[in-house]
C-alpha cells in the first residue's frame, strides 16, 4: 500500500517537473522567435533607409 503511495507521489513530482519544463521551452522559444522578428524588422528598416538616401 504505501509503495503505491509513493509510486504515486513520484509520478505527480515527474509530471509537475515535465509540465514546467515544457512551458519554459514553449516561453523559450517564443521570445527567441520574437527576438528575431524583431531584428529582422530593425535590419530591414535600417537597409530601406540607407537604400532611400
Not at 517537473?17 to 524588422?41: G, H, M, P, Q, Y
Request: hydrophobic share 45%; aromatic share 6%.
Amino acid at each position: 500500500m504505501k509503495s503505491e503511495k509513493s509510486n504515486n507521489a513520484l509520478g505527480l513530482i515527474i509530471a509537475i517537473v515535465t509540465f514546467a519544463a515544457a512551458v519554459s521551452a514553449a516561453i523559450t522559444a517564443f521570445l527567441i522567435v520574437n527576438e528575431k522578428k524583431k531584428r529582422d524588422e530593425e535590419e530591414l528598416e535600417r537597409y530601406l533607409d540607407c537604400s532611400i538616401q
